[in-house]
Structures are given as structure tokens and as C-alpha cells.
């Protein structure tokens, strides 16, 4: 049995855990993040990997960071929740801790765990994953192997264009499905539901104090769990834009699963019911060609750390 590390850095949480390889986490521990300091961001990282490899034969690290690295897996070029640019965080870490380190993106290690380990295991060949979070990320996977990229940073699946000239996203453009499809969209869609019809969301505002401005995401989903509509519409409609854009990717990748996670699902079939929907309504005339499935993701919040470890283990 061969061990490896993976460590999930974010921007309020650095996870990291000890992983055979039959995908099993064997220890685990976690410190917080300190976000806005470049260096003690590094060290921290670099504490945890000593404190998890002290006493194991420990044979790589793997590091999932939510940014954009480099095609060498090696450098973290842009993290817009740390204070990284251009930092060399392989070179750092594998020198402090005298083992191999690999560096990659936090949506493509959770994508690759779900491909070996989680719900895309039985296929062998292709898989998409969207994750659904504050905004919408992912991973592909094809002939096998994670799709990086010329430049390593492919798959920025929260990019592409949902709305010509719609909302405003953070990387610059305007109507990403990021701006539809994420959880930031699903409390924007609450929010406007309950000021324009608020007899049809007494619930979500009762949970609010009566304040729509106060609406978060798990006021949403704890309302719609409970029936109320303008919440559970609130759901449809980032359904609806994200089964469009997963049926997009079926159309140009023909993948064999289509994985959805983050933290979005915790809602079940109030998410993933319009988005299967949504998905086939909009693949209608492929007729009798076989689709992937749309699958809930199912290693939650341990996917980075087990992606990250498996991607170390093939250095």
C-alpha cells in the first residue's frame, strides 16, 4: 500500500489528509487560512504536510489550490481568494518537506477524485464535473487523464457565456453561467422572488427577519425543503441554466458521466430535478444517440484531498 498526502487549499480552510491508494483517507487535519499573507499561507501548508508525514512513508504531496496554475503544475499564476501571484508553490513546499510535490487546480482534483473514486468510478474514459459553490467551477476528464490545457488553466466551466451582455462576473465578462448557475445566483433569484412576491415567500422570510436583503443560500434551501415556492423557484432557475450548459459540454465532449457537486447539492432533487430536466429538454433531438447521465457528486468536501493525493501518486 502506497501513501500519499493531498492538502485542499481555499480561502478560509487548508485541508489536508494521509490517502492510500484505494482512495481511503487514513488521518486528517485542517488549520485556517490566512488568506492575505503569501508566506504564512505557504508555511501553513507546509506545518500541516510535516505534521501528517511525521511517522509515515509518506511518497508524494499533492496540492489542490483554487486558482490558476501553471502547465507545469508547479505554480500558482493567479488565486483570486489568496494572495498569490506568480508564486512557486511546488518548489517551496518540496524543499521544506523533501518529497515530490504536485500543484493543481481545487476543481480539477475534486473532478479527478470523482472520476477514480466517487461517482463517475465506473467510467473509464470520460467524465465533466460542475461544481456548484459561491460560483461554478469544474474538471474534465478525457481518454483518462485530466484536460488541462496549453497553458494548464482549461476547464474554467463557470466562464462560459450563459447571457450576452447579462451580469457583471468577476473575471471580467459579462453573463457567465457563473451568474445563473452558482449559489450566489440562487440567493440573487430569492432575493428578487421574495421583494416582488413576498405572500409567496413568508417562510424565506421569516428565516430572513422579514429583511430580503438577509436572504443567504441555506435560508433558501431550508425553505424550499419546507415547500415554500419563491425559494424553490429560486432552485429551477439556476436549474435550468446549468442543465443547459451541461448539455452544451455533452454535445461538444460526448462525455460517458456528467457529475455535478459543491455545495449547492446538499439541496438533492431540489437542484438536480430542473437541471435533468433542463438537460434533456435542451438535447431532445439527439433522439435515441445515448447522453450521459447527470449524477450527484459523492465525496463532498473530502474530494480535494483525495484528488490532490491520487494526482501525487502519478508524478
Known sequence: MTLTI????????????VVDDTGQVLVQTRRDTPADDVAKTRDVIIELVAELATGRSIEAVGIGAAGWIDAGRSTVLFAPNLAWRDEPLREYVSEAVGLPVIVENDGNVAAWAEFRYGAARDADDSMIMFTIGTGVGGGIVLG??????????????????????????????????EQYASGSALVRFARAGARQEPNRATALLELAGGEAEAITGP?????????????????????????????????????????????????GDLLLGPTRRSYLDALAQRGRLPVAEVLPAELGNSAGVIGAADLARRI
Open 6 to 17: 493531498g492538502v485542499d487549499v481555499g480561502g478560509t480552510k487548508v485541508a489536508g489528509g
Open 144 to 177: 483518462g487523464d485530466l484536460m488541462r490545457g496549453a497553458h494548464g488553466i482549461a476547464a474554467e466551466l463557470g466562464h462560459m457565456l450563459a447571457v450576452p451582455d447579462g451580469h457583471q462576473c468577476g473575471c471580467g465578462r459579462l453573463g457567465c453561467i
Open 219 to 267: 435560508m433558501v434551501t431550508t425553505a424550499a425543503q419546507g415547500g415554500d415556492p419563491v425559494s424553490a423557484e429560486a432552485f429551477a432557475q439556476i436549474g435550468r441554466w446549468l442543465g443547459t450548459s451541461l448539455a452544451d459540454m455533452a454535445q461538444i465532449l460526448d462525455p460517458q458521466t456528467l457529475v455535478v457537486g459543491g455545495g449547492v447539492i446538499d439541496a
